[in-house]
Every structure is written in C-alpha cells, then in structure tokens.
C-alpha cells in the first residue's frame, strides 16, 4: 500500500490519467486537432479532416523540376528535392510547426512526416533511397530542446517509405545562432562549415535523403549537403523538407 501511495506521488496527473484504459483517458482528454484546437471524434488520425483538407500542400514530390529542386540543385548536386506543404506567416499549420519544434508536440512530427512519406512512396521519385538522414542540431541546441524535430520527421518518413534513418554519421560541428534570428544572405554565412561526416564510408555509393523541417533560404540543407557530397565516395542526395517558406 505505502509502495503504491509513492508510486502515485511520482507521477504527475497527466501520466496518472495516461495509465487508466483508453476509454477512460479519452473521457477526461478527448483528441484535439493540434491546428485548429477543436475536438475530433474516434479514429479521426493526429489532424481533423477539415484541416487535412485545408493544409497548402506543394505536390513537389510528384515534380521532377519543381522550384525547390531548382533552388537546391543551383548549389548542390541533387537528384531530387521536393517540401510538403507551404509556411505560410498567420497559417496555424505553422504554428504547428512552432508547436513541435518549440513546445514539446514532437509526436505531431511524427506524424506529418509519415503523411509525407506516404506522398514520397506514391510518387515513385524516391524508390531507390538507402538511408533517411535528418540534419543533425548542435548538443548544445539538442540538450536544451531535448529532442530534434528534424528526427521524428525522418522517423514517419520511414515508416512509410520502410527505410532505415541513420544518425551519429552527419554531425553538426559548430554551434551556430538559430537561422530564423539571421537575415537573408547572412544565413549561409552561418551555417559555413557547421557540419561534419563521420565513418564516410558507411554512406559510399548510396543515396541519401536528407531531412529538415524548414527551408528557406536552403543554406542548411545546402552546409549539411554539401559536406555529404564533399566527404563521401559517390553518394547521390536527395532532399524531403517538411515545409517550404513563400
């Protein structure tokens, strides 16, 4: 009995109420949508439909040529490059992105990465990956965060294209400020040298997808790919950022 008064004591409410059968835990939390806050009935998924409906997809990853492909490929060799959806300033789906990269939601991460891998796997454009790399953050940035975003987008991406994500080979050597406090040009000038490879040879003559979050200007995705095709024995990339700034 005094082994399970302490028990309970270590906990906090919301664990409490997470232990307690499914049926019960939705009573007291029923599922929200993370974009719109409203409430979903059962088997709705992560994202209600009104705002699956809604979200600005880009549909890139059926294009070959399509504009962030173009953008990427004018600094670093690319086989393909696409982003899922538009970030766009006031949309809450970038609030969204806020929510799982500032706020702790990282299992909506997760999630919309699996959406976009099941995009990638239907477009038949990324069928022949080896390995899903994520763009690795500074142990500084990591140890203050506690997780990296970028990491659990690679994880629904493989879970929908069934391929392995592999991280500890691409580092992030320098600590840099955070790119959305850095103006246009500046930003490249930020990332120059960040990155590392380590056991290069682990990735000789295979193609890579490398995965981010945001791209914007692109100058991360650009340090971190530039640095693979720098360091590696014929390794192809290609690019899957989650969203893509106007």
């Not at 439909?49 to 492909?69: D, H, M």
């Not at 069928?127 to 990296?148: A, E, S, T, W």
């Not at 995965?211 to 899957?240: F, K, P, Q, W």
């Amino acid at each position: 009995m005094v082994a399970g008064r302490y028990e309970f004591n270590r906990m906090n409410l919301t664990e409490f109420f997470k232990r307690l059968p499914g049926d019960v835990y939705r009573l007291f939390f029923p599922p929200v949508c993370p974009v719109c806050d409203r409430s979903m009935p059962e088997g709705s998924g992560f994202m209600c439909a009104l705002c699956r409906f809604e979200i600005p997809l880009t549909g890139y990853w059926n294009e070959p040529g399509n504009p962030v492909t173009e953008h990427l490929a004018a600094h670093i060799p690319v086989r393909q490059a696409s982003a899922f959806f538009h970030y766009v300033p006031g949309s809450p789906y970038r609030e969204l992105v806020h929510r799982f990269k500032y706020q702790g939601g990282w299992r909506y991460a997760r999630e919309m990465g699996e959406w976009y891998g099941s995009c990638l796997a239907g477009s038949g454009l990324y069928g022949d990956i080896d390995f899903i790399v994520p763009v690795p953050l500074h142990r500084r940035k990591l140890l203050k965060r506690g997780y990296n975003q970028s990491e659990y987008i690679a994880e629904g991406i493989s879970r929908a294209l069934g391929v392995p994500v592999r991280t500890g080979n691409l580092l992030r050597l320098r600590h840099s400020r955070s790119q959305t406090k850095v103006e246009g040009h500046r930003r490249w000038d930020n990332v120059s040298g960040a990155f590392g490879v380590r056991q290069p040879e682990q990735f000789k003559g295979k193609h890579i997808l490398l995965v981010d979050d945001v791209l914007t200007t692109g100058s991360t995705l650009v340090a971190a790919g530039g640095e693979l095709v720098r360091t590696v024995e014929d390794v192809s990339i290609s690019i899957a950022a989650l969203a893509v700034a106007e």
